[in-house]
């Protein structure tokens, strides 16, 4: 059942365990769907910063046995928020979103529950919110980031399409905009003006309107260098490149004539209810 009351947001039904109480102000929030071995390596690492930020599962519905309580308990996991509803990415986070901020976390950081992100720069993004940054974007292409085995075809879709797009729109310059392993603050993510609790997000939406929306907002911008690393050889995949390219410039196209802007989005409170 869906614990989150907000008449004026649009939040995917879940089902919610939480295994133990807040122990702190910022949360890390992980969707996952069937990531098997993954997510275990993932979760082992995380576990030495659940002192310092605690660690939130977004299961958008695995089947693959990985998410046993057993296993989240083990690893010090303070809630999981399993779909059961409609939606992919986007959906995920807007449940995660809610939650956090329900429980009022001061800021979110998110990443991809695939073990391909270094975890261990979890504490370099709460240094950033601690200094005041509303929206902190992980990027393997500044100075100090490191990318190992990107397939090629990602790594010129990013440099030559996604980032120079995302950056022109939001008038602040990003290198590594598919990127998901960010921070947000709670003040960011509860400006009216952004309204991210909207059913238009569903996919991959999400990830670029923040990304345009935090420097359009006036909010506090950076970006800081992470590592992101590929399994050798063929890279597995959920969704097919045909596919995903369709859905990746139908999604800038519409950031550009902003369609998911909350005035140009007219589902945002009387059709939700």
């Known amino acids: ?8 947001w649009s939040i995917p039904n879940f089902e919610l365990k939480e295994f133990k109480s807040k122990g702190s102000k910022y949360c890390v929030c992980i969707p996952v769907i069937n990531e098997g071995a993954k997510i275990k390596k993932q979760l082992n690492k995380l576990k030495s910063l659940a002192e310092t930020v605690d660690i939130i599962i977004l299961d958008g519905g695995s089947t693959d046995g990985s998410l046993e309580e057993a296993f989240l308990l083990e690893n010090r996991v ?70 190992i085995n990107t397939p090629i075809s990602r790594k010129l879709a990013i440099k030559l399409i996604h980032a120079p797009f995302i950056s022109l729109v939001a008038g602040y310059h990003y290198t590594d905009t598919t990127n998901g392993f960010r921070a947000h603050s709670a003040r960011f993510l509860k400006d009216p003006e952004l309204h991210p ?48 390219n ?15 802007d909350t005035k140009n989005n007219l589902k945002v409170i009387k059709e939700e209810q």
């Open 197 to 244: 609790f909207r059913d238009v997000f569903e996919t991959y939406e999400l990830l670029g309107y923040l990304s345009v929306k935090a420097p359009k907002l006036g909010y506090k911008v950076m970006e800081i260098p992470v590592e992101r690393s590929y399994p050798k050889g063929k890279v597995p995949t959920k969704i097919s490149p045909l596919r995903g």
């Open 1 to 8: 059942m869906n614990a989150i009351q907000n008449e004026n």
């Open 78 to 147: 303070r809630a999981i928020l399993v779909k059961k509803d409609k939606g992919k990415l986007s959906a995920q986070l807007r449940m995660g979103f809610a939650y956090a901020l329900q429980e009022q976390y001061e800021g979110i950081i998110t990443v991809d529950g695939n073990n391909k992100d270094s975890v261990e720069s979890i504490p370099e993004f709460i240094q950033k919110l601690d200094e005041g940054y509303d929206f902190v974007q992980g990027s393997r292409y500044i100075p100090g980031g490191k990318e």
């Open 246 to 260: 369709l859905l990746l410039i139908k999604i800038l196209l519409n950031l550009f004539f902003r369609k998911y």
